[in-house]
Nanobody, 130 residues
Framework: QVQLVESGGGSVQAGGSLRLSCAAS???????????MGWFRRAPGKDREGVGV???????VYTDFVKGRFTVSIDNAKETLYLGMNKLKSEDTATYYC?????????????????????WGQGTQVTVSS
C-alpha cells in the first residue's frame, strides 16, 4: 500500500524557517527516484495550489510566490521528499501536501495540474504569525 506521510509542520513567526518532510513507502520502486514528486498547499478558504515540484525527469519548478524562498529536495536513500521554507510570510499559512506522479505525465509545463498526480499525502499544517 503506497503511503506519503508529511511531517515537520508547525507554528512559526514571519521571517522564520521550517523544513517539511514527506516519507514515501509501499511503491514497487524507490518512489522518490522513480516518480515525480512535489508539494502543494491549501490556504484557509482557498483552492489547493502548487508550490514546488521535482518532475520525473529531474526538473524542479516553483510557483512565483515561493521562488527564492522555498527549496524542494530529495533523499532517495531515505525515500523522502523535503520542502525547505525560508523567509516565511503570513500568506504561507496553509496545509501542505506532497504528491507523486508515477506514470510520468507531469513535466515542467503542466506541473500544477493536480489530476496528473497518482498519490497524495494527508497534509501537514503550517501556521505563520505576523
Amino acid at each position: 500500500q503506497v503511503q506519503l506521510v508529511e511531517s515537520g509542520g508547525g507554528s512559526v513567526q514571519a521571517g522564520g524557517s521550517l523544513r517539511l518532510s514527506c516519507a514515501a513507502s509501499g511503491f514497487r520502486e524507490t518512489m522518490t527516484s522513480y516518480c515525480g514528486m512535489g508539494w502543494f498547499r491549501r490556504a484557509p478558504g482557498k483552492d489547493r495550489e502548487g508550490v514546488g515540484v521535482s518532475t520525473r525527469a529531474g526538473v524542479v519548478v516553483y510557483t512565483d510566490f515561493v521562488k527564492g524562498r522555498f527549496t524542494v529536495s530529495i533523499d532517495n536513500a531515505k525515500e523522502t521528499l523535503y520542502l525547505g521554507m525560508n523567509k516565511l510570510k503570513s500568506e504561507d499559512t496553509a496545509t501542505y501536501y506532497c504528491a507523486a506522479d508515477c506514470d510520468g505525465s507531469v513535466n515542467e509545463f503542466n506541473a500544477w495540474e493536480q489530476y496528473r498526480y497518482d498519490f497524495w499525502g494527508q497534509g501537514t499544517q503550517v501556521t505563520v504569525s505576523s
